[in-house]
């Protein structure tokens, strides 16, 4: 039977196995909307804007390590997805991006609502593609899912014009592909291996520091034996919190320029480190010249082009994290060498000198409501199993340093191009995902801002996340840097005409909520929590302005140059 | 790489995004038409080769990539240089295109057209040969290169 383009795109989504898409109609795209209209198995989510479609997909990603699903139209809605596809990219997100396009007799003709989307996103995409053959279309969505769900996953942008999705053509869905210029590896070198785990057994002063890779490889349990074979301590990345359960007494907490005073000074003073998924950031390595000066370093990343970019390793591992991990442990048990636990336990002693330091200690007794406080007392609230999102700024790392996240694929943040407004979109695709799971957004006054829209999306579909709006009146960040490095030159970072949220929060059907005082809180979160527990809740908490993430890095410092307080 | 529209601006893009140079970079289909085959010259430490060479191989439509200055290899480069030929200079231009085996290739009362092949030095070096030659117009293809051997860049 013949099927028509726009078909034929649902009908791939249908055996790809997605359960919803995330859109927003315009013309270019009115055929597949019809397509849409006469099925029920893939269930389309109306967002309110495009970035919000892109980011709630990616939020839907993340949390399930399934690829997100979006559907836009052309010109506009192409552009407006762009910052989510670059979010995406950055932090590694499988997704595909159905673009519309206008036909292809008008292609390159200025046409209406027309733009070069695969220009526009060629370099913010792992792979994209234009369809202008409706005999190539099923076989572009098999691509484009398996491009962005293999190997370093990442966003794929698949652009269909009109007159594609109107033609017909027969259907049949291609149960493997195979692409000669496309060949992720997956086992790691055996030589590399060994190499590497008799380099990890004569450590003295050993330092385990995971990213993001460990997550999206899958890779969790995995590191968990690794990590309690050896007894090392293990620091994560922002993007990686949760690969390693961070109640567990081996965890050093997050490292980086907001990172604990232990996991920096144990970085910098390690003499083996164990890089696993991760990939050297700027804002986790702080000056290049200054850091892990007497380490040597093991490196075990899925995509070759993240080794050796920054720091220079020792041993590079290339494959993917389940299956080298895999390897170094049954390497360990095999190999001859011993663990030198004289000296681990004298390390492990230096550590708990720098824990001592209790870096992460605030004001509990002061008359304004402390961020932090805000963020424990939702973490004890929620016994640390909630789906945490945030958007970017001081209230995302305060997010990242007080809710200790056990478990992988709970905590969702854009740590890479660090988008404000990616965490209300981001929290519809994980609660869509985990209906009966607690969803909490974590943001700021500032960023919530940015796609405030969604509140009307969120009404929709009944999803009830609790959003946490620690409302110091800036931009915390740009307001910190001002500090320190301005001279208190807060240029253009004073938030101080803002809507009601509480008034805003109710006009879109939901529960608003507003907290002044510190004695306020535990009420107002218990009604947000349990009261309304079936309905999206706007806490507007007004907190102290004036705090600061501590500790930090400065920009140009090693990470043994902390600021504590 | 895959012989489809938009590999080569994926390319090019990489180099822009990343900062990398291109000195020359030359493409076309092969006999095997669903494959184009691309030259392109560089420069950079060694660090930023590694790291060029890395993030070429991750484009999807690079298929097989090789480092020739890792081995031996033969490079060539193809010049047209439209130049001045009267008076005297007609005939030395005649002269320079044989000493370097040059052909020339156009003819008018006024000018030769040159065209040259070999490696980019020889082309720098007739240049530069032709200094009292008044020059109208120089076109470079950028350089090709090939292994030696039986070492060959196949599937």
């Known amino acids: ?565 | 790489m895959e012989n489809e529209s938009g590999a080569l601006s994926r390319v090019a893009g990489l180099f822009s995004a990343r900062g990398y140079n291109i000195e020359s970079l030359t493409v076309a289909p092969t006999d095997d038409s669903s494959l184009s085959r691309m030259t392109l010259v560089t420069s950079g430490t060694e660090d930023i080769v590694e790291q060029i060479l890395k993030q070429l191989n991750k484009l999807v439509d690079v298929v097989k990539l090789v480092d020739l200055t890792e081995s031996a290899h033969i490079e060539r480069e193809m010049m047209l240089v439209k130049v001045e030929a009267t008076g005297e200079a007609r005939a030395e231009v005649k002269r320079l295109a044989d000493i370097f085996r040059g052909n020339i290739i156009d003819v008018t009362d006024t000018t030769y057209t040159v065209e040259l092949t070999g490696p980019g030095e020889r082309l720098d070096a007739f240049l530069q040969s032709l200094s009292s030659i008044s020059i109208h117009e120089v076109v470079r293809s950028g350089a090709m290169g090939i292994s030696r051997g039986e070492k060959t860049l196949g599937l």
Request: hydrophobic fraction near 40%; aromatic fraction near 8%; include cysteine.
């Open chain 1, 1 to 565: 039977m013949e099927l028509t383009g726009a078909e034929i795109l649902v009908q791939c989504l249908k055996e790809e196995g997605v359960e919803y898409l995330f859109g927003y109609p315009g013309g270019a795209v009115l055929h597949i909307y019809d397509a849409l209209y006469k099925q029920d198995d893939v269930k389309h989510i109306l967002v309110r804007h495009e970035q919000a479609a892109t980011h709630a997909a990616d939020g839907y990603a993340r949390s399930t390590g399934k690829p997100g699903a979006v559907l836009v139209t052309s010109g506009p809605g192409a552009t407006n997805a762009v910052t989510g596809i670059a979010t995406a990219y950055m932090d590694s997100v499988p997704m595909v991006v159905i673009t519309g396009q206008v036909p292809t007799h008008l292609i390159g003709n200025d046409a209406f609502q027309e733009c070069d989307s695969i220009g526009i996103t060629r370099p913010i995409v792992k792979h994209n593609f234009l369809v202008k053959d409706i005999k190539d279309l099923a076989e572009t969505m098999k691509k484009a899912f398996y491009v962005a769900s293999s190997g370093r996953p990442g966003p794929v942008v698949v652009d269909v014009p009109k007159d594609v999705t109107g033609q017909s053509a027969k259907f049949s869905y291609p149960k493997e592909i195979s692409m000669r210029s496309y060949n992720p590896v997956s086992k790691g070198h055996m030589g590399q291996i060994k190499k590497a785990v008799e380099l990890i057994l004569s450590a003295k002063q050993p330092m385990i520091y995971t990213g993001g890779g460990v997550i999206l490889g899958e890779g969790c349990s995995q590191l968990v034996e690794f990590s309690q074979k050896l007894g090392y301590p293990v620091t994560n990345t922002l993007m990686g919190l949760g690969a390693y359960p961070a109640t567990d007494k081996q965890f050093v907490g997050m490292l980086g320029m907001h990172g604990t005073y232990e996991a920096n000074m144990g970085m910098h003073h390690c003499d083996v480190l164990i890089a696993i998924g991760a990939r050297f950031d700027d804002r986790v390595t702080g000056n290049l010249e200054k850091f892990c000066p007497d380490a040597k370093i093991v490196h075990v990343d899925v995509d070759p082009a993240s080794i050796a970019k920054t720091v220079k390793v020792d041993v590079p591992i290339v494959g993917e994290v389940v299956e080298v991990l895999d390897a170094l442990n049954s390497q360990i048990d095999a190999s001859e060498s011993k663990i030198d636990n004289g000296a681990l336990e004298k390390w492990w002693q230096q550590i708990d000198v720098w824990r001592a330091q209790d870096c992460l200690k605030f004001d509990t007794e002061s008359d304004k409501i402390k961020p932090q406080a805000a963020i424990q007392k939702v973490y004890e609230l929620t016994e640390g199993d909630a789906y945490v999102t945030s958007d970017v700024g001081q209230h995302q790392m305060w997010a990242a340093q007080y809710y200790k996240f056990d478990l992988p694929r709970r905590w969702i943040n854009s740590g890479g191009l660090g988008t404000m407004g990616f965490g209300l979109p981001a929290a519809m695709g994980v609660q869509l995902a985990h209906q009966d799971k607690t969803v909490v957004c974590i943001t700021g006054e500032s960023s919530i801002q940015m796609c405030i829209q969604e509140l009307a999306t969120c009404m929709q579909y009944g999803l009830p996340i609790k959003i946490l709006n620690l409302n110091n009146g800036f931009m915390g960040m740009v307001r910190q840097w001002q500090e320190f490095f301005y001279d208190k030159r807060y240029s253009q970072s004073v938030m101080n005409v803002m809507p009601d949220f509480v008034a805003l929060a109710e006009s879109y059907g939901h529960v608003g909520i507003r907290v002044e005082k510190p004695e306020d809180l535990d009420a107002a979160l218990d009604d947000a929590f349990n009261k309304y527990k079936e309905r999206l809740v706007f806490l507007d908490v007004i907190t102290d302005p004036d705090e600061n993430v501590y500790p930090m890095v400065p920009a140009g410092a090693g990470l043994n140059e902390m600021v504590l307080v």
